[in-house]
């Protein structure tokens, strides 16, 4: 799959919290470039986990319109949703245990996230997980089981998982929570590498600024509204 | 969870097997048992009665209508044929007087009889004869000679007595019930000869040709049923034309056999039988196969919500949604295929166990299609438990997955529908209870327990949360954290409330169940002791010159663990419709068992056995009376005793001529086996014409031990003597004076007496409405006939609704006054013995040592195990053991269930610790919570099973035929009490086991973890 660019147009999402309502992405115009690598980043609240739900599928807008390449995402069924992720977006949430199968290791953990292409009969052919895990520098943790992996092998695991099926798009929700500063730099070394080698486009959700230096991008939200753009 | 689902499934599937397989096994022992104790009702019998042809011939007739009968084993069940031939015919002794005997050869009797002495016939002229009748005073001895009609004569080579009359060998014919005979001779226990014996006897006599096909209940299944009423009806077509032979009949006309069986009659019986069980264990079992469901539905869920974040990763990966769907679910789809087999070997295992502790021995427990269809049904279910909790988690968005969003409104008001409709149904069916009748009563007799338990429990655990909110204000400023904790988690904590609601219809089923079998074995205990009388019953055969009540007296002196009793149809009198039962009065108050919803035992007791004067009983050698004659005109009467012994129930004693003036007057008694004085007559039995007289009875005495004992006669009480009422031709006019009894006598036949009157008259009876005429045609007083033609007056000093043995149409009088006012009671009476509960072990051999014939025996505990094996019985019985299999069920679905919600409480606890709350604080919050929920299941379920039994226990069948005992329904308190203990004891166990499993989870590491 080639990267993908990613487009957001007058996006808002509003929540409904007991009968009231609170803004979490107002009119949000934003376009990723293809292969790109971009750092969305924000204080707690400020709508970054709400517009990587709303850039991966999980959720629509309440009004506005998402773009991976020239499809519409915003508008899609359920059904076609599925496929999107299973095919062409790669999403790591924040939890690494969001993202792992626990008792099994990080080849099974791949091969799950291909039976997604998988079920679609995709032509494209998937790799073969240890080839993806040592593209990735990952090749050591092969055979582990994940609860034998520490946080920051967990994290980029996820991340691995989350390019199985050689997505075009990779989201990646606050990667470098709960990591120190040794492994957060590996984490970002491989977003890096997974925008420059594998023809992605990375988008990263984090509070943390230092993960965006890495990056090519980086967009800063506040209460729902981008207040900065490294592009702009 | 994975062991969870697979034995919940199991248990799901098992009680959907069970009931199947119950029911068949169930059905066959009813069947078994119907037709068991049906007895000879179920055998076939063919018959010919070759009027007409002479015996010789009827004997060779008897071969060739043979070869015309069913040959043996042509017809499942009937392995064997019994043939026979009887002949009435009149016989005597050398020097005794005639009888009317039964000469009969039946194939292999000897092996049914005990030889006593002799042999059994070995050729032409043997007879083989009853030891009654050799003590019958008939003349009959071993090795004597006997005629018959027309001169034929036969010796006697042995003597026996029947091993059991009741067996099925002897197929309920009348070969061993003598009788005294009315202005003839009497009858005596057939005698047995050889097959061409009766051929000797003169042509004209009366022959029956029998050939009885005994059925065996053993080789009878449900299966056979169909073809057996096939095989029986096409016999009854075949041999059910009546084509009698005519007195012009020849050996060469052909032959006319005709079949008989009540086969049909029992069989419907037992289809009746089984339809209710089929339908008892259909609800039975469904509530338990729901309940076991419910549990299943709910560790299904726990199964797939520990997996909710796979599930959610799937969603996420993009995998389709049916490889989602089969992700959740084809585990617990798996897990229910293996449970399957297993299921089915549970149910097998329990039916078995049922089938062993409950239904006749040996009764199979077998695979039908009907198990089958239950076990794909069960599966069916189990599956549909298992989609239908994986629906909520994969109907979930990921973020709902990742936020575990709590139930919808939607589900919210789906389960207000459930629970409004349930709370519907238990009131309608309350109404049909309550106000229905029959068919529609009895099903709802067992649906609405279930009803009645689930709404409690679903309206009970809506309130809960709302009660336990009130402690939230009170205890969150306080210092008691646990209380607040505990009260916090119930109310916001759906999942705790489904359990608690799980758990009471479990608690109430149990109870409802508990009390339903209670009830009934009450009843079952009240029926068989009503229909027995006592707590062992003996039938003993009665032999002339062995008295029965002097035989247990000598057996038992003290009257502590045995007395004697009759029952007995009168010959007439146009007063008694029922049965009669005579009992020794007193000794029934302490041996003899009440019926239910009639007198006690004192009571009848002391209602029968109301004479002042007691009876006057003696072996004595000798007897003599003194009496003062004066005034005597005609020619003077004899002076007799009259008196009544086993031997003779017209025991007439001269003990010399009346003279005038004071004479003594002396007989020879042959009273060995017990005599009763019954009166003195002044007999003149050779000469007519009148006679009067006055004379004065001042003493009685007897002989006995080599000296004169007085007797204690009451001749100077008023009312102690009467006017022999059998004299009707005297008028004798009694008056008792400080010298003795004066009796002026007049008689116009030279036939006068009196009367001892220990026998108040008439008689005090109890009795019940049926059991006695009133009205019309009814005499006044009433009065009973013997087959002596004998009449005894009585009088109903007491209505009862039901008695022992007679229940409720019949009368209960005393044996002793019976048998003084009816010669031919003895005789034609049947002869129980009643033991009580201090009988000796070695019981039965005293009384067959004090000279008893004892034949077979019935006890209160056997009858019990005969009612607890009818139909609706059985469904209590299964009822029962599936409401504790529920209970277990449901606990251990509820500790599976805490155990999942630790796991997923665990953040949350031990975030709380984290904070700061103490670990006691929290145990203490956890413990209380359980307490809460598992507490209110017991406090709603025991109540609501209690309700249940009461309204609906007296509409439910307890035996499947109806009773006049009186049936009794208060809930029992003990075993309520003792299962609301044990429940409370698991509850409190769970929930300390519970709590400790919540705090374990909780350590502060599970913060830092990956969530599941």
Same mark, same amino acid.
């Given at each position: 799959?080639?990267?993908?660019?990613?487009?957001?147009?007058?996006?808002?999402?509003?929540?409904?919290?007991?009968?009231?309502?609170?803004?979490?992405?107002?009119?949000?115009?934003?376009?990723?470039?293809?292969? =790109?690598?971009?750092?969305?980043?924000?204080?707690?609240?400020?709508?970054?986990?709400?517009?990587?739900?709303?850039?991966?599928?999980?959720?629509?807008?309440?009004?506005?319109?998402?773009?991976?390449?020239?499809?519409?995402?915003?508008?899609?069924?359920?059904?076609?949703?599925?496929?999107?992720?299973?095919?062409?977006?790669?999403?790591?949430? $924040?939890?690494?245990?969001?993202?792992?199968?626990?008792?099994?290791?990080?080849?099974?953990?791949?091969?799950?996230?291909?039976?997604?292409?998988?079920?679609? !009969?995709?032509?494209?052919?998937?790799?073969?997980?240890?080839?993806?895990?040592?593209?990735?520098?990952? +090749?050591?943790?092969?055979?582990?089981?994940?609860?034998?992996? #520490?946080?920051?092998?967990?994290?980029?695991?996820?991340?691995?998982?989350?390019?199985?099926?050689?997505?075009?798009?990779?989201?990646?929700?606050?990667?470098?929570?709960?990591?120190?500063?040794?492994?957060?730099?590996?984490?970002?070394?491989?977003?890096?590498?997974? =925008?420059?080698?594998?023809?992605?486009?990375?988008?990263?959700?984090?509070?943390?600024?230092?993960?965006?230096?890495?990056?090519?991008?980086?967009?800063?939200?506040?209460?729902?509204?981008?207040?900065?753009?490294?592009?702009? | 969870?994975?062991?969870?689902?697979?034995?919940?499934?199991?248990?799901?599937?098992?009680?959907?097997?069970?009931?199947?397989?119950?029911?068949?096994?169930?059905?066959?022992?009813?069947?078994?048992?119907?037709?068991?104790?049906?007895?000879?009702?179920?055998?076939?019998?063919?018959?010919?009665?070759?009027?007409?042809?002479?015996?010789?011939?009827?004997?060779?007739?008897?071969?060739?209508?043979?070869?015309?009968?069913?040959?043996?084993?042509?017809?499942?069940?009937?392995?064997?044929?019994?043939?026979?031939?009887?002949?009435?015919?009149?016989?005597?002794?050398?020097?005794?007087?005639?009888?009317? &005997?039964? %000469?009969? /050869?039946?194939?292999?009797?000897?092996?049914?009889?005990?030889?006593?002495?002799?042999?059994?016939?070995?050729?032409?002229?043997?007879?083989?004869?009853? $030891?009654?009748?050799?003590?019958?005073?008939?003349?009959?001895?071993?090795?004597?000679?006997?005629?018959?009609?027309?001169?034929?004569?036969?010796?006697?080579?042995?003597?026996?007595?029947?091993?059991?009359?009741?067996?099925?060998?002897?197929?309920?014919?009348?070969?061993?019930?003598? #009788?005294?005979?009315?202005?003839?001779?009497?009858?005596?226990?057939?005698?047995?000869?050889?097959?061409?014996?009766?051929?000797?006897?003169?042509?004209?006599?009366?022959?029956?040709?029998?050939?009885?096909?005994?059925?065996?209940?053993?080789?009878?299944?449900?299966?056979?049923?169909?073809?057996?009423?096939?095989?029986?009806?096409?016999?009854?077509?075949?041999?059910?034309?009546?084509?009698?032979?005519?007195?012009?009949?020849?050996?060469?006309?052909?032959?006319?056999?005709?079949?008989?069986?009540?086969?049909?009659?029992?069989?419907?019986?037992?289809?009746?039988?089984?339809?209710?069980?089929?339908?008892?264990?259909?609800?039975?079992?469904?509530?338990?196969?729901?309940?076991?469901?419910?549990?299943?539905?709910?560790?299904?869920?726990?199964?797939?919500?520990?997996?909710?974040?796979?599930?959610?990763?799937?969603?996420?990966?993009?995998?389709?949604? /049916?490889?989602?769907? /089969?992700?959740? &679910?084809?585990?617990?789809?798996?897990?229910?295929?293996?449970?399957?087999?297993?299921?089915?070997?549970?149910?097998?295992?329990?039916?078995?166990?049922?089938?062993?502790?409950?239904?006749?021995?040996?009764?199979?427990?077998?695979?039908? /299609?009907?198990?089958?269809?239950?076990?794909?049904?069960?599966?069916?279910?189990?599956?549909?438990?298992?989609?239908?909790?994986?629906?909520?988690?994969? *109907?979930?968005?990921?973020?709902? $997955?990742?936020?575990?969003?709590?139930? =919808?409104?939607?589900?919210?008001?789906?389960?207000? &529908?459930?629970?409004?409709?349930?709370?519907?149904?238990?009131?309608?069916?309350?109404?049909?209870?309550?106000?229905?009748?029959?068919?529609?009563?009895?099903?709802?007799?067992?649906?609405?327990?279930?009803?009645?338990?689930?709404?409690?429990?679903?309206?009970?655990?809506?309130?809960?949360?709302?009660?336990?909110?009130?402690?939230?204000?009170?205890?969150?400023?306080?210092?008691?954290?646990?209380?607040?904790?505990?009260?916090?988690?119930?109310?916001?904590?759906?999942?705790?409330? !489904?359990?608690?609601?799980?758990? +009471?219809?479990?608690?109430?089923?149990?109870?409802?169940?508990?009390?339903?079998?209670?009830?009934?074995?009450?009843?079952?205990?009240?029926?068989?002791?009503?229909?027995?009388?006592?707590?062992?019953?003996?039938?003993?055969?009665?032999?002339?010159?062995?008295?029965?009540?002097?035989?247990?007296?000598?057996?038992?002196?003290?009257?502590?663990?045995?007395?004697?009793?009759?029952?007995?149809?009168?010959?007439?009198?146009?007063?008694?419709?029922? *049965?009669?039962?005579?009992?020794?009065? =007193?000794?029934?108050?302490?041996?003899?068992?009440?019926?239910?919803?009639?007198?006690?035992?004192?009571?009848?007791?002391?209602?029968?056995?109301?004479?002042?004067?007691?009876?006057?009983?003696?072996?004595?050698?000798?007897?003599?009376?003194?009496?003062?004659?004066?005034?005597?005109?005609?020619?003077?009467?004899?002076?007799?005793?009259?008196?009544?012994?086993?031997?003779?129930?017209?025991?007439?004693?001269?003990?010399?001529?009346?003279?005038?003036?004071?004479?003594?007057?002396?007989?020879?008694?042959?009273?060995?086996?017990?005599?009763?004085?019954?009166?003195?007559?002044?007999?003149?039995?050779?000469?007519?014409?009148?006679?009067?007289?006055?004379?004065?009875?001042?003493?009685?005495?007897?002989?006995?031990?080599?000296?004169?004992?007085?007797?204690?006669?009451?001749?100077?009480?008023?009312?102690?003597?009467?006017?022999?009422?059998?004299?009707?031709?005297?008028?004798?006019?009694?008056?008792?004076?400080?010298?003795?009894?004066?009796?002026?006598?007049?008689?116009?036949?030279?036939?006068?007496?009196?009367?001892?009157?220990?026998?108040?008259?008439?008689?005090?009876?109890?009795?019940?409405?049926?059991?006695?005429?009133?009205?019309?045609?009814?005499?006044?007083?009433?009065?009973?006939?013997?087959?002596?033609?004998?009449?005894?007056?009585?009088?109903?000093?007491?209505?009862?609704?039901?008695?022992?043995?007679?229940?409720?149409?019949?009368?209960?009088?005393?044996?002793?006054?019976?048998?003084?006012?009816?010669?031919?009671?003895?005789?034609?009476?049947?002869? %129980?013995?009643?033991?009580?509960?201090?009988?000796?072990?070695?019981?039965? +051999?005293?009384?067959?040592?004090?000279?008893?014939?004892?034949?077979?025996?019935?006890?209160?505990?056997?009858?019990?195990?005969?009612?607890?094996?009818?139909?609706?019985?059985?469904?209590?019985?299964?009822?029962?053991?599936?409401?504790?299999?529920?209970?277990?069920?449901?606990?251990?679905?509820?500790?599976?269930?805490?155990?999942?919600?630790?796991?997923?409480?665990?953040?949350?606890?031990?975030?709380?610790?984290?904070?700061?709350?103490?670990?006691?604080?929290?145990?203490?919050?956890?413990?209380?919570? $359980?307490?809460?929920?598992?507490?209110?299941?017991?406090?709603?379920?025991?109540?609501?099973?209690?309700?249940?039994?009461?309204?609906?226990?007296?509409?439910?069948?307890?035996?499947?035929?109806?009773?006049?005992?009186?049936?009794?329904?208060?809930?029992?308190?003990?075993?309520?009490?003792?299962?609301?203990?044990?429940?409370?004891?698991?509850?409190?166990?769970?929930?300390?086991?519970?709590?400790?499993?919540?705090?374990?989870?909780?350590?502060?590491?599970?913060?830092?973890?990956?969530?599941?």
């Amino acid at each position: 799959m080639n990267a993908q660019p990613v487009r957001c147009q007058q996006l808002r999402h509003v929540y409904q919290i007991d009968g009231e309502q609170l803004i979490a992405l107002d009119t949000i115009d934003l376009t990723l470039t293809p292969g =790109s690598s971009n750092a969305i980043i924000g204080p707690s609240g400020s709508g970054k986990s709400t517009l990587v739900t709303l850039l991966a599928g999980l959720q629509r807008p309440t009004s506005g319109r998402v773009y991976l390449g020239e499809e519409e995402i915003s508008r899609l069924p359920e059904t076609a949703l599925l496929r999107i992720r299973a095919e062409q977006v790669g999403v790591a949430a $924040q939890n690494p245990g969001r993202n792992l199968l626990p008792y099994a290791d990080a080849v099974g953990n791949i091969r799950f996230a291909q039976r997604g292409p998988r079920s679609y !009969r995709r032509q494209t052919q998937l790799p073969d997980p240890g080839q993806l895990l040592d593209e990735l520098g990952l +090749a050591q943790l092969a055979g582990i089981p994940v609860d034998r992996l #520490s946080g920051g092998e967990r994290q980029r695991l996820a991340l691995a998982v989350a390019m199985a099926n050689r997505p075009g798009v990779l989201i990646a929700d606050e990667p470098t929570s709960q990591l120190d500063a040794a492994n957060r730099d590996r984490v970002v070394e491989l977003l890096r590498h997974i =925008s420059k080698h594998l023809a992605t486009t990375v988008i990263a959700v984090t509070h943390d600024p230092l993960v965006s230096v890495g990056l090519d991008r980086t967009i800063q939200l506040h209460e729902g509204r981008i207040t900065e753009d490294s592009a702009a | 969870m994975s062991g969870a689902v697979l034995v919940v499934g199991a248990v799901v599937m098992g009680a959907a097997v069970l009931g199947p397989l119950y029911a068949r096994a169930a059905g066959e022992s009813t069947l078994r048992d119907e037709l068991t104790q049906a007895g000879p009702a179920t055998g076939l019998e063919f018959q010919d009665i070759p009027n007409g042809i002479e015996l010789t011939a009827s004997v060779s007739h008897f071969a060739r209508a043979e070869s015309m009968t069913l040959a043996p084993g042509a017809v499942r069940g009937y392995p064997t044929r019994i043939g026979s031939i009887h002949v009435e015919t009149l016989g005597h002794a050398a020097a005794g007087p005639a009888v009317r &005997v039964g %000469m009969l /050869w039946r194939a292999g009797a000897c092996a049914h009889l005990i030889i006593l002495s002799g042999h059994c016939p070995g050729g032409a002229g043997q007879v083989l004869v009853s $030891q009654r009748t050799v003590n019958g005073g008939y003349g009959w001895r071993l090795g004597g000679q006997l005629t018959f009609a027309a001169g034929v004569t036969a010796r006697i080579v042995g003597t026996y007595t029947p091993r059991d009359p009741q067996e099925g060998f002897w197929f309920g014919h009348n070969y061993f019930q003598p #009788s005294i005979g009315v202005n003839g001779p009497d009858t005596v226990d057939a005698v047995f000869v050889g097959q061409a014996e009766p051929g000797t006897l003169p042509p004209g006599t009366q022959a029956t040709l029998l050939w009885d096909y005994p059925l065996n209940p053993a080789a009878i299944r449900l299966d056979d049923v169909p073809r057996l009423r096939r095989d029986v009806a096409g016999l009854q077509r075949r041999y059910g034309e009546a084509n009698p032979c005519t007195f012009n009949c020849s050996p060469g006309e052909p032959v006319n056999v005709l079949m008989s069986t009540d086969l049909e009659k029992v069989l419907d019986a037992a289809a009746h039988q089984r339809d209710l069980v089929d339908r008892g264990t259909l609800l039975v079992t469904a509530q338990l196969a729901l309940l076991a469901w419910l549990v299943l539905f709910e560790v299904v869920s726990d199964a797939v919500e520990s997996r909710g974040s796979e599930i959610a990763l799937a969603k996420l990966r993009g995998l389709r949604p /049916w490889r989602t769907a /089969w992700f959740a &679910v084809g585990e617990p789809l798996v897990l229910l295929v293996v449970a399957a087999p297993v299921g089915l070997g549970l149910g097998w295992l329990a039916a078995r166990l049922f089938s062993s502790a409950v239904l006749a021995p040996h009764t199979p427990v077998v695979l039908t /299609w009907p198990a089958a269809a239950a076990l794909a049904g069960g599966f069916a279910g189990g599956v549909l438990a298992a989609v239908a909790a994986c629906y909520r988690t994969l *109907t979930r968005s990921v973020l709902a $997955q990742w936020r575990r969003t709590t139930r =919808s409104p939607r589900a919210s008001r789906v389960g207000l &529908v459930i629970d409004v409709a349930v709370s519907a149904a238990a009131v309608a069916g309350l109404v049909v209870l309550r106000a229905g009748s029959a068919h529609g009563t009895a099903v709802a007799a067992l649906l609405v327990p279930g009803l009645l338990v689930m709404a409690v429990a679903l309206l009970g655990t809506r309130l809960l949360p709302l009660l336990v909110r009130t402690l939230l204000r009170p205890t969150r400023a306080s210092g008691r954290i646990g209380l607040f904790l505990a009260a916090r988690q119930v109310t916001r904590r759906p999942a705790g409330l !489904r359990l608690a609601a799980m758990l +009471a219809v479990a608690v109430g089923l149990a109870s409802f169940a508990v009390s339903g079998e209670a009830v009934a074995a009450g009843n079952r205990d009240a029926r068989a002791r009503a229909e027995l009388g006592a707590q062992r019953v003996v039938a003993v055969q009665f032999v002339r010159g062995v008295d029965p009540v002097a035989a247990i007296a000598r057996a038992d002196p003290d009257g502590r663990w045995a007395m004697a009793a009759a029952t007995w149809l009168p010959d007439g009198g146009d007063s008694v419709t029922g *049965t009669v039962l005579a009992v020794d009065a =007193s000794r029934m108050a302490r041996l003899g068992y009440p019926a239910s919803g009639g007198p006690s035992s004192q009571r009848i007791a002391d209602t029968i056995g109301a004479s002042t004067h007691p009876p006057l009983v003696t072996t004595a050698t000798m007897m003599r009376v003194v009496i003062d004659a004066s005034g005597m005109r005609g020619l003077p009467p004899w002076v007799q005793f009259v008196l009544r012994s086993p031997a003779d129930p017209f025991l007439t004693v001269t003990a010399g001529t009346l003279r005038p003036g004071t004479h003594t007057y002396t007989a020879t008694l042959d009273c060995a086996g017990g005599c009763t004085l019954l009166g003195l007559a002044w007999n003149r039995p050779d000469t007519f014409g009148a006679m009067t007289g006055t004379l004065t009875v001042r003493s009685v005495g007897w002989y006995q031990h080599a000296r004169w004992v007085p007797v204690n006669a009451s001749l100077t009480q008023p009312g102690a003597w009467r006017a022999g009422p059998e004299y009707s031709d005297s008028t004798d006019t009694l008056r008792a004076t400080p010298h003795g009894l004066r009796d002026d006598y007049q008689s116009s036949s030279g036939y006068g007496g009196i009367s001892y009157a220990f026998v108040p008259q008439p008689m005090p009876v109890v009795a019940t409405r049926a059991g006695v005429t009133s009205g019309g045609m009814t005499p006044d007083p009433r009065q009973m006939v013997d087959g002596l033609s004998t009449a005894a007056t009585f009088t109903v000093r007491q209505w009862a609704r039901v008695l022992p043995v007679v229940l409720d149409s019949g009368l209960i009088a005393n044996l002793t006054f019976m048998r003084a006012m009816l010669p031919g009671f003895d005789a034609e009476a049947n002869w %129980m013995i009643w033991l009580g509960p201090h009988a000796p072990p070695d019981a039965i +051999a005293r009384l067959r040592a004090a000279g008893l014939t004892l034949q077979h025996e019935n006890t209160t505990q056997s009858r019990i195990i005969q009612l607890g094996r009818q139909a609706p019985a059985l469904s209590l019985f299964l009822l029962l053991a599936c409401a504790i299999i529920g209970s277990v069920v449901a606990v251990g679905g509820t500790a599976i269930a805490i155990t999942a919600s630790a796991r997923r409480r665990s953040h949350e606890t031990a975030a709380l610790r984290v904070a700061g709350v103490p670990r006691p604080a929290l145990y203490r919050g956890a413990v209380i919570e $359980q307490v809460m929920l598992l507490g209110a299941a017991v406090t709603l379920g025991l109540p609501a099973g209690a309700l249940a039994a009461r309204l609906a226990l007296p509409v439910i069948p307890q035996f499947a035929d109806t009773t006049p005992v009186v049936l009794h329904y208060q809930l029992p308190t003990v075993p309520l009490i003792t299962f609301a203990v044990a429940f409370v004891v698991l509850v409190v166990l769970t929930g300390l086991v519970a709590a400790a499993a919540v705090l374990r989870a909780a350590v502060p590491a599970r913060l830092r973890e990956a969530e599941e």
